[in-house]
C-alpha cells in the first residue's frame, strides 16, 4: 500500500481524492474541491494529491495544486522525476488555462448532443428490432476501479449530493472505489457529505455493504443523513456533522458592507422539474420586487453542466429595469462567490449559490420542486439554524398555489431583516468551518506517518486572500 512510486513521488504521501464533478462544470463542486486540496497541502505540503477527473487539462487550471488523475484512461497517477515536474509546469501554465479558453469558447450545450445520441440509440434499435419503443437502458456499466489507488496511502471521497438515486452512476462508482480500499487495507472517508434521498434498492443495499467499512463520513447537515447512515449499519462513532466544504471557500470572499443586488438563479434539469407557470410566476417576481426595490437584478451562473442554469434564468431577466452582466463561461468559482457577495438577498433553486450566500451573511430565498432539492435546502437551513440567523434561508416550493405572494413576502422580509442577519450568519459559517477542519484533524491521523511534520494549523481566514 502506498509510497510504491518512483522518482520525485517516492516516500511521498499519496491521496486519491473522488469527487462528483468529473466533467469539472460546476462552480460548487470547484469550490469544494479547492478547498480540499488547500487543506490537505496545510497538513501535507509535500503530498501527492490526486484528483480523479474526465478533464485532465481543466484540472490543472481550475486546481495547480491537485495532480489529475485521468479516470477514462485507467486512473493512473502521472510521471515522478524531472517528467512529471516539467508536465506539471506546461499544465498549470499553458494547458490549463488554455483548455479553459477552449471549452469556454467552444461549448455545446450538451443537451443538445444528449439529444442527438439519444434519437441515435432509437433508430440504431429501430433499426434492429422493428420496435418503435426504447429499450430498457439501465444503469451504463462502472468503469474498473482506478488503478492510482494500488500506490494511495488515503482515499477521500470529496462532498457532494451525489450519493443519493439521483446520480446512481456516480453513487455505486464511488461505493466501488471505497471497498476496493477497504480490502486492501487503505484509510478511506467521505467528508461534506450530502446523502438521500435513497429509495434505489440496489444502492442501498451496496451503501449498506460499504459505508459501515469507512474509517469516518462527515456530513454537511445533520437533519436526515445521520439517520441514514445508522440505517444502513454505520457506527455513530464515525460520523460526524460538518458543514459544506464551500462554506469557508465563499467566508472568505465575504466583503466589509451589506450588498445592494438582488441575486437570481433558476436551475431546470432531470433532477429538478420546475412547471412552466411556476418560471413564469418566478421572472414576474423577481422583475417587479427588483424594480419596486430600486435595485439590480444579477444573474448567477454557478452550473455549466448542460448549460441548466445559464439558459433558464437569462430569459427571466428580459423586461427587468436594471440588471448585472452574466459571467463568461470561463469564470470561476471565485468570481461567482464575489457576485454572491454584492447581494442584499438571492433567490435560487441551486444549492451551492445559497451556501455562498449564507457563509457570506447573506440571507437566501430557496426554491424548491422534488424532494432532492427540499432535503438540499432544509439541511442547510438546519446548518445555518441557530438563533438570529435562523430566518436566513426561507425556502419556498414552486408547487404551491400563491406562489406569488409567497415569493414576494420572503423577497421583502429577508431585504427588510439582512443587516441584523449577516452578523449570526457568518458565526455560523465559522462554526462550520472549524467543524470541518476538527473533522479533517481526525482524518489525518488515520494514515500511517502522516502525524509527523504537518503544516503549520491554518486559522479561519479574515478576509480575502
Not at 483548455?99 to 450538451?110: C, D, F, G, I, N
Request: aromatic share 4%; net charge negative.
Amino acid at each position: 500500500m502506498g509510497n510504491s512510486g518512483a522518482g520525485d513521488g517516492a516516500g511521498k504521501i499519496r491521496v486519491l481524492v473522488d469527487n462528483g464533478e468529473y466533467w469539472l462544470r460546476n462552480r460548487g463542486d470547484i469550490a469544494m474541491m479547492v478547498m480540499t486540496v488547500e487543506r490537505l497541502r496545510e497538513r501535507w505540503p509535500h503530498a501527492r494529491i490526486g484528483m480523479l477527473t474526465d478533464e485532465p487539462h481543466i484540472l490543472r487550471g481550475v486546481l495547480p495544486q491537485a495532480e489529475p488523475v485521468p479516470a477514462h484512461t485507467g486512473g493512473h497517477w502521472g510521471r515522478g522525476g524531472i517528467a512529471g515536474r516539467l508536465e506539471e509546469a506546461a499544465g498549470v501554465h499553458l494547458l490549463g488555462p488554455a483548455a479553459m479558453r477552449w471549452r469556454s469558447a467552444t461549448e455545446v450545450p450538451k443537451h443538445y448532443l444528449r439529444g442527438a445520441k439519444n434519437w441515435a440509440r432509437k433508430e440504431v434499435h429501430v433499426l434492429a428490432t422493428g420496435d418503435r419503443e426504447p429499450e430498457p437502458t439501465g444503469m451504463p456499466d462502472l468503469p474498473p476501479v482506478p488503478a492510482a489507488l494500488a500506490d494511495a496511502d488515503l482515499v477521500i471521497a470529496q462532498g457532494g449530493g451525489y450519493m443519493t438515486d439521483v446520480d446512481l452512476y456516480q453513487a455505486h462508482r464511488t461505493l466501488n472505489l471505497l471497498e476496493a480500499a477497504q480490502r486492501q487495507g487503505i484509510p478511506n472517508v467521505m467528508i461534506g457529505q450530502g446523502l438521500g434521498p435513497m429509495r434505489d434498492a440496489h444502492l442501498l443495499r451496496r451503501a449498506a455493504e460499504v459505508l459501515p467499512g469507512a474509517d469516518l463520513i462527515a456530513l454537511r447537515e445533520g437533519r436526515r443523513g445521520p439517520k441514514l447512515l445508522a440505517e444502513l449499519g454505520v457506527a455513530a462513532e464515525k460520523i460526524v456533522v460538518t458543514g459544506d466544504d464551500a462554506v469557508e471557500f465563499a467566508y472568505r470572499l465575504r466583503r466589509p458592507g451589506i450588498g445592494t443586488d438582488l441575486g437570481l438563479c433558476l436551475r431546470i434539469s432531470d433532477y429538478s422539474k420546475v412547471s412552466d407557470s411556476a418560471r413564469d410566476t418566478l421572472g414576474v417576481v423577481v422583475r417587479r420586487e427588483a424594480a419596486e426595490l430600486n435595485t439590480a437584478l444579477a444573474p448567477l451562473i454557478i452550473s455549466e453542466y448542460d448549460d441548466e442554469d445559464r439558459r433558464h434564468t437569462l430569459p427571466l431577466l428580459t423586461g427587468a429595469a436594471s440588471t448585472r452582466p452574466v459571467i463568461g463561461r470561463a469564470g470561476t468559482a471565485q468570481d461567482v462567490a464575489r457576485q454572491v457577495s454584492r447581494c442584499r438577498v438571492l433567490v435560487t433553486s441551486a444549492y451551492h449559490l445559497a451556501v455562498f450566500a449564507l457563509s457570506q451573511g447573506i440571507p437566501a430565498v430557496a426554491v424548491t420542486a422534488s424532494q432532492y432539492y427540499d432535503d438540499k435546502f432544509y439541511g442547510l437551513a438546519d446548518m445555518f439554524g441557530a438563533g438570529a440567523a435562523g430566518a436566513g434561508l426561507r425556502i419556498v416550493h414552486l408547487d404551491v398555489d400563491n406562489l406569488d405572494a409567497e415569493l414576494s413576502r420572503a423577497i421583502r422580509q429577508l431585504w427588510e431583516s439582512a443587516p441584523e442577519l449577516r452578523d449570526a450568519l457568518q458565526q455560523r459559517a465559522v462554526e462550520q468551518i472549524d467543524a470541518g477542519r476538527a473533522g479533517l484533524d481526525r482524518v489525518y491521523g488515520l494514515v500511517a506517518g502522516g502525524e509527523g511534520a504537518p503544516g503549520e494549523p491554518a486559522e479561519p481566514v479574515q478576509g480575502e486572500r
